[in-house]
């Protein structure tokens, strides 16, 4: 017992400090975003003049860009959130969705986007045209004014997703983890066993990448 | 239209007073936003705007969804490139979509095609793309794969208690020749153990699978297994001693795909089992009476065949580390007489695990139940062995017995727990807590801290039709708790436990 425990310690040991420095992947990046009242509607902008660039750009390296191309549709998938500066309860949340796809005929490309005012369809004629309209965040409606009370200190959080793998899909690439060997008298471990399993095990991610952004705190002054 | 300062904005721009606490001073005034157009069709200042065609507008009638659009192509080829080992047909059948079919260029069949093959478990990466075919509106979709290596190290034993160690693996190809046919085998030894009569043990095991069978939902597979046993009986307290035997026996079966999450599994089993019995054994009880022990196997030479039917459902996304959704999983088999068998026995055997996600999916809460009931003559070796319900105990492996340990003693509960019984199982309540995700680009995706706890029991039936003894004191139940890390690496997935420890050190 005593043999278990120091093992189960040492992990331990191995373990957290790993784990501390993982978890930095999830720590949003900080960007400067410029807010505006618009009639009853607070909008964000986003700033890719700043150093470093602002924006969501970032989201396409060569490949994904280079894969806008392929004749195979890419999506992207904003989710924003105003919240408190101090708390993770958001006042108000919006969800952006932009996808394109090239037509290897025509020798355009169709975007199509789903966001706050509608849905639009538009078609352009060269990838940087595309790529574009599928990162630019200029006058986003994201708030009713309402909900943003004046004086009140607020933070825009931001996650964005290039081709998102909904839990479905990803639950059917890694059923084949879980299938077992194919049975062969050992029954009780089938339904009671505890697994160490060594293999080459690529991860499939839930989205070719992804973007956490947090905003500088911002507040609507007193008229 | 008001311009909404930064609260740094408001006060480097002396508007609208003093910022609230908290604010950052030396923030400077954003610049003026770049100006996007509410309607990015008709306003020419957009983005991209001046070369921006006319929306010709959507086909009349959507294919397969209201999301869909772009053009409607016609599939004239699919060209698969990169695949070394695997048979392209394997992969063509794989995808959802063929030669001939019809479809938006958005179509959700082509986003899934790349997951549908790399589901199959053979490739690193899949990439498609699409090309201009022989006629206008026709398309050629290019897949290319990335292989991977298949060998798969399922599980490893090793550990020492009562037998002074033993030491086994249990390895498979997933993608045999490129064929898509997996197999595998396992062998173990367990050198003897202090009990008279003990004898060294081994097992072995061999199987071979067809994953899908003529790129259908049907599966196929077999196994073979020897196992060369020592099997420990209790003669007296916690004294005990062993009696030769040895199984061959295989196993076959087929099982269905009804959807991506649900399989039904069906199969037949036949075994012959050769044991040597000790002649009229007995027990020798704590208030010192003598009674006979039934060691639940026909002397000499006998058969088990058996028909057995399965269902599994399994909604975790995540397998390894799982924070959400569920698994069921429940088998009968049956053996008789009728089937060519000494035995004439059922059993009914299920496990129901589900996870309830807390504080967004970094925590989460578990309850798994398992267990079954075995009903008529069973033979010894399919009745419920107590480190099948008992955590804290070593599994048996290859149908092997490692360790006859007894088992903790922590509610107090009767100390000649039976080491086989005919209703058994376990609850378990686990937490788990998310010590880190990685992107897939890390060579650890993740690992769980857990803590769990649970009650296990094991009875057979006459524990159920009498006893001599207050009810809590004559229950064959008990407590057992566990802790540990989980990890999901690149090279496999482990999961390292205070039980799992305790089982192969005691």
Do not use: C
């Not at chain 1, 697994?195 to 705190?217: C, E, G, H, M, T």
């Not at chain 2, 007296?236 to 026996?249: K, L, T």
């Not at chain 2, 959807?259 to 009880?285: D, F, K, N, Y």
């Amino acid at each position: 017992m005593r043999r278990a425990v120091t093992a189960l310690a040492v992990l331990a040991a191995l373990v957290i400090p790993t784990a501390t420095a993982h978890a930095d992947d999830d720590k949003p990046e900080i960007q400067r975003m410029r807010f505006v009242e618009s009639g009853a509607q607070l909008t964000f902008s986003t700033d890719p003049t700043t150093v470093p660039p602002g924006g969501i750009g970032k989201l396409f390296d060569t490949t994904a860009y280079e894969a806008l191309s392929t004749g195979i549709p890419s999506t992207v998938v904003i989710r924003i959130q105003i919240a408190p500066r101090d708390s993770d309860t958001p006042v108000a949340e919006q969800l952006i969705q932009r996808s394109v796809v090239y037509d290897v005929w025509d020798e355009i490309y169709t975007l199509r986007l789903d966001q706050p005012g509608g849905r639009k369809t538009i078609k352009v004629k060269y990838r940087a045209e595309a790529l574009k309209w599928l990162t630019a965040l200029d006058d986003v409606p994201v708030a009713r004014l309402d909900v943003v009370p004046i004086d009140q200190v607020f933070v825009l959080k931001m996650v964005v997703e290039l081709n998102p793998v909904s839990k479905q899909t990803l639950t059917e690439v890694r059923r084949w983890l879980s299938q077992g060997n194919g049975g062969g008298l050992d029954r009780g471990g089938a339904f009671f066993g505890s697994f160490v399993s060594v293999f080459y095990n690529p991860k499939i991610a839930d989205a070719d990448r992804v973007l956490r952004i947090r905003s500088q705190p911002f507040y609507r002054p007193a008229p | 239209m008001f311009a909404l300062v930064a609260v740094v904005a408001a006060r480097s721009a002396g508007a609208h007073g003093a910022p609230p606490d908290g604010a950052d001073p030396d923030s400077p005034v954003p610049e003026p936003a770049p100006q996007v157009p509410d309607d990015p069709t008709v306003d020419p200042g957009a983005p991209g705007a001046g070369a921006a065609l006319d929306d010709p507008g959507e086909p009349d009638e959507p294919l397969h969804e209201d999301t869909e659009f772009g053009p409607v192509i016609q599939i004239e080829a699919i060209n698969v490139t990169g695949n070394t080992a695997t048979q392209t047909e394997i992969i063509r059948r794989a995808l959802p979509i063929g030669p001939g079919d019809t479809l938006h260029s958005s179509d959700r069949r082509l986003r899934d095609a790349r997951f549908k093959v790399l589901a199959l478990g053979y490739f690193r990466d899949v990439t498609l793309s699409v090309r201009k075919g022989s006629q206008r509106g026709q398309v050629i979709v290019e897949v290319h794969v990335a292989e991977r290596g298949t060998l798969v190290l399922n599980r490893l034993w090793f550990g020492t208690a009562l037998s002074p160690w033993w030491l086994g693996a249990d390895v498979g190809e997933r993608n045999l020749l490129g064929l898509g046919v997996s197999v595998g085998g396992g062998v173990i030894f367990a050198h003897h153990t202090d009990l008279p009569d003990a004898r060294d043990q081994y097992a072995m095991e061999l199987r071979i699978s067809v994953p899908s069978v003529g790129g259908s939902e049907w599966s196929a597979g077999g196994a073979a297994t020897l196992v060369h046993g020592s099997e420990p009986y209790r003669v007296s307290g916690m004294s005990q001693r062993s009696f030769p035997y040895r199984r061959f026996g295989a196993r076959f079966g087929a099982t269905y795909d009804v959807s991506a999450l649900t399989r039904l599994a069906m199969g037949m089993r036949v075994e012959s089992i050769s044991a040597t019995l000790p002649v009229a054994p007995t027990r020798e009880l704590a208030d010192g009476r003598v009674v006979a022990v039934d060691l639940h196997l026909d002397p000499g030479v006998s058969r088990v065949v058996t028909a057995s039917l399965a269902f599994d459902r399994d909604t975790r996304a995540d397998p390894i580390l799982p924070h959400a959704g569920g698994r069921l999983q429940v088998s009968a088999e049956l053996g008789s007489a009728l089937l060519g068998g000494n035995y004439d026995f059922a059993t009914i055997f299920g496990r129901y695990e589900h996870y309830w996600p807390l504080f967004g999916e970094r925590h989460a809460l578990s309850i798994k139940l398992g267990g079954g009931v075995v009903v008529g003559d069973a033979p010894l070796f399919d009745r419920i062995h107590i480190a099948d319900v008992d955590h804290m105990l070593t599994p048996r492996a290859l149908g092997l017995v490692l360790s006859t340990a007894a088992p903790l003693a922590i509610l107090g509960t009767r100390g000649d727990k039976p080491n086989y019984g005919d209703l058994g199982g376990s609850a378990t309540v686990e937490y788990a807590l998310q010590l880190f995700r990685g992107a897939g680009q890390r060579r650890i995706y993740g690992a769980d801290v857990f803590f769990g706890a649970g009650l296990w029991g094991l009875a057979e039936r006459p524990d159920l039709r009498s006893r001599d003894a207050g009810l809590v004191a004559a229950l064959p139940i008990d407590l057992f708790g566990d802790a540990g890390v989980r990890f999901d690496t690149d090279i496999g997935t482990f999961e390292l436990t205070i039980a799992n420890a305790l089982g192969r050190l005691r």
